[in-house]
């Protein structure tokens, strides 16, 4: 099967079926390879290139997926919108010594009929949870039937969406999946900002109002060094640089703050003070891009 569905692109191979990818997990396991895995959306920038290093460094056989998953996106524009570029993306993945890129279309990874979902617990109910209806069960759903492909030993997530790597941490926990979940820290763009393949659709001005979600989580992060351990004093610090943000050129504000979070790493429960690790969780609106961001104070 795996022959005869997988199409190869140098020393890379590309697969499209479930049962392909399943079949050539098989035959790695059989050689004693060790899987390791980087789920994305494509539109590769190089927060996922440093997510394949990480996967490489870990592992023998590295699968990279693509796969642009209608179930975890709020409004049918947004995923229209989300940035496609596949040729590419396989450019990046054979440079980055991927093995095997997994490109299923949604009938492949929803099949007809499909109506078994997995619906994470209160996890999801913080940070993004009640701005993103259903966001994280569509996560979930998705990466469950991607684990179930390609039977990696590892999966690396980064810390971007750190909500994400908890729920998926926690997926695989409750339901036994035998997966290791690696996270890699954020990975930011010289000025600051965190790489997003959003990012794109953020014209100059939009640029300059995200700019302040990074700066306010360093402001934090600046008060918290020089010995303030209210959560609140922190929030503050947050919330007052993004509010601080230059108006729009037509007048109004250039960026809509969604909710910042000073809450413990585990839980996503809001503290009121920094007694140990501290996550601070940002979510903003800048022109048309939702950008997150986050931060974990003392660890
Ligand atoms: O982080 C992403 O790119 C997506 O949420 C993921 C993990 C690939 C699931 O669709």
């Known amino acids: 099967v795996a022959e005869a569905l997988k199409v190869h692109t140098g020393t890379m191979e590309r697969v499209t079926e479930f049962r392909a990818m399943q079949a050539l997990s098989r035959a790695w396991h059989r050689e004693g390879k060790r899987i ?8 590769l920038h190089d927060g996922h290139a440093a997510l394949l290093r990480e996967g490489a460094r870990r592992g023998d056989a590295l699968v990279l997926s693509v796969f642009v998953n209608p179930t975890q996106f709020n409004r049918a524009e947004d995923y229209h919108a989300y940035p496609r570029r596949l040729e590419r993306d396989l450019q990046v993945a ?3 010594g991927v093995r095997c890129v997994f490109t299923p279309d949604a009938g492949q990874l929803y099949p007809p009929g499909h109506q078994t979902w997995i619906t994470p617990g209160p996890l999801a109910d913080r940070l993004c949870g009640p701005f993103r209806p259903g966001h994280f069960r569509g996560v979930c759903t998705a990466m469950s039937a991607l684990f179930n492909a390609v039977q990696p030993d590892v999966a690396v997530f980064g810390e971007k969406q750190y909500q994400q790597l908890l729920i998926v941490r926690r997926m695989v926990k409750d339901l036994h999946i035998p997966v290791e979940i690696a996270a890699h820290p954020i990975v930011r763009d010289a000025d ?7 990012n794109e659709r953020l014209g100059p001005a939009d640029r300059a109002a995200a700019l302040t979600v990074p700066r306010g989580l360093e402001a934090a992060r600046q008060l918290y060094l020089s010995g303030e351990r209210r959560a609140r004093a922190l929030w503050s610090a947050v919330t007052r640089t993004i509010g601080a943000a230059p108006a729009r050129p037509g007048g109004g ?3 809509r703050l969604e909710y910042c979070h000073v809450c413990d790493p585990e839980t996503l429960v809001d503290v009121d003070r920094v007694e140990g690790p501290t996550l601070i969780a940002v979510a903003a609106h800048a022109g048309s891009v939702r950008l997150i961001d986050n931060m974990i104070l003392g660890r």
């Open 36 to 43: 390791a895995f980087v789920p994305t959306m494509g539109a």
């Open 94 to 96: 054979e440079a980055a």
């Open 192 to 198: 600051g900002l965190a790489l997003s393949s959003r």
């Open 253 to 255: 504000p250039s960026i």
